[in-house]
C-alpha cells in the first residue's frame, strides 16, 4: 500500500511523534537524551525547523515545530533519526533499526490549539506517572516555557509570546494553565488527529488546509453503502 502523502505546508507547526520499533526504549542513558538534543538542534538548524515544544520519554519522543520550507521537517527527522540512530547503535554494540517505520505528524490550528498542544506534549510524564508535575521532568521543554531556563533547542511561537509581553507575566500565565487536568476531548482530539495523520483544529482551519492541499483533513465518515434507486449509484451515508 502506498504511503499517505503528508501534510507539509510551511509556517504551520506540526505535532511529530516517533517511537521504538516495538515499542522498545530508545533512551537509555542520561547521555542519550543529551545526544538526541544536541542532534535534533543540529538538524533544526540546517533544516529551518522552529522547535516550540518536545519531551523525550522512554521510547518515543513528541515535537511541536513549525516548518519554513515544505521539505524542512521530513528532512529534519532523516537527519535527527539517522545520526542518533548511529550513536546509539554504536554506543550499545547493537545493529538494526532503533525506529518504529516513519515518524507520524499532524498540522496544528496555532490560534486556537498551540498552547494545547505544548500542554499535552509538557504533561506526558504525568499521565505515564513518572512524575506529579512537569517542572520534575528533566527532558521536556517545560522548564523553558514555563520557568525561562536557557534552551537553545527552543524557539518561542508567536502565539506563546502574545500571552503578555512581559516575559515573568507570560511565564506565570503559562504554569497557570497547567493547574486543571486537560479534558478527555482535548486529548482525544489530539491523539485521533495524529494517529491518523490530520489535522488539529476548528472547522474553517480544515477548510483552508484541503483548499491548499486539496486532501482531506478529517476521518472520513463511517457508513453502510447504499444503492440510489433512481441512478444504481453506490453512496455512503
Given at each position: 500500500?502506498?504511503?499517505?502523502?503528508?501534510?507539509?505546508?510551511?509556517?504551520?507547526?506540526?505535532?511529530?511523534?516517533?517511537?521504538?520499533n516495538?515499542?522498545?526504549?530508545?533512551?537509555?542513558?542520561?547521555?542519550?537524551?543529551q545526544r538526541?538534543?544536541?542532534?535534533?538542534?543540529?538538524?533544526?538548524?540546517a533544516?529551518?525547523?522552529?522547535?516550540?515544544?518536545?519531551?523525550?520519554?522512554?521510547?518515543?519522543v513528541?515535537?511541536?515545530?513549525?516548518?519554513?520550507?515544505?521539505?524542512?521537517i521530513?528532512?529534519?527527522?532523516?537527519d535527527?533519526?539517522?545520526?542518533?540512530?548511529?550513536?546509539?547503535?554504536?554506543?550499545?554494540?547493537?545493529?538494526?533499526?532503533?525506529?518504529?517505520?516513519?515518524?507520524?505528524?499532524?498540522?496544528?490550528?496555532?490560534?486556537?490549539?498551540?498552547?494545547?498542544?505544548?500542554?499535552?506534549?509538557?504533561?506526558?510524564?504525568?499521565?505515564?506517572?513518572?512524575?506529579?508535575?512537569?517542572?520534575?521532568?528533566?527532558?521536556?521543554?517545560?522548564a523553558?516555557?514555563?520557568?525561562?531556563?536557557?534552551?537553545?533547542?527552543?524557539?518561542?511561537?508567536?502565539?506563546?509570546?502574545?500571552?503578555?509581553?512581559?516575559?515573568?507575566?507570560?511565564?506565570?500565565?503559562?504554569?497557570?494553565?497547567?493547574?486543571?487536568?486537560?479534558?478527555?476531548?482535548?486529548?482525544?482530539?489530539?491523539?485521533?488527529?495524529?494517529?491518523?495523520?490530520?489535522?488539529?483544529?476548528?472547522?474553517?482551519?480544515?477548510?483552508?488546509?484541503?483548499?491548499?492541499?486539496?486532501?482531506?483533513?478529517?476521518?472520513?465518515?463511517?457508513?453502510?453503502?447504499?444503492?440510489?434507486?433512481?441512478?444504481?449509484?453506490?453512496?455512503v451515508?
Amino acid at each position: 500500500m502506498a504511503r499517505k502523502p503528508r501534510f507539509n505546508l510551511p509556517g504551520v507547526p506540526q505535532h511529530i511523534v516517533q517511537r521504538g520499533n516495538n515499542r522498545e526504549p530508545c533512551f537509555f542513558a542520561i547521555d542519550d537524551h543529551q545526544r538526541y538534543l544536541h542532534d535534533l538542534y543540529e538538524a533544526a538548524q540546517a533544516n529551518h525547523v522552529a522547535i516550540h515544544a518536545y519531551v523525550l520519554m522512554t521510547n518515543h519522543v513528541h515535537l511541536l515545530a513549525t516548518p519554513a520550507e515544505a521539505w524542512s521537517i521530513s528532512y529534519m527527522m532523516q537527519d535527527v533519526g539517522r545520526k542518533y540512530v548511529r550513536y546509539i547503535n554504536h554506543c550499545y554494540r547493537r545493529t538494526g533499526t532503533l525506529w518504529e517505520g516513519r515518524y507520524k505528524a499532524s498540522l496544528v490550528d496555532s490560534q486556537a490549539y498551540l498552547l494545547t498542544c505544548m500542554r499535552y506534549i509538557e504533561l506526558n510524564p504525568v499521565r505515564a506517572h513518572m512524575v506529579d508535575h512537569p517542572s520534575e521532568y528533566a527532558w521536556s521543554s517545560y522548564a523553558f516555557n514555563a520557568v525561562g531556563k536557557p534552551n537553545p533547542l527552543l524557539e518561542p511561537h508567536p502565539v506563546y509570546l502574545s500571552i503578555d509581553a512581559n516575559e515573568e507575566r507570560r511565564r506565570h500565565a503559562y504554569r497557570e494553565l497547567f493547574l486543571a487536568h486537560m479534558e478527555p476531548d482535548e486529548i482525544h482530539d489530539i491523539r485521533e488527529s495524529l494517529s491518523r495523520e490530520l489535522v488539529l483544529g476548528r472547522d474553517d482551519f480544515k477548510e483552508r488546509i484541503e483548499e491548499m492541499s486539496r486532501r482531506q483533513t478529517r476521518p472520513a465518515k463511517l457508513g453502510r453503502p447504499h444503492v440510489a434507486e433512481s441512478s444504481g449509484i453506490y453512496y455512503v451515508m
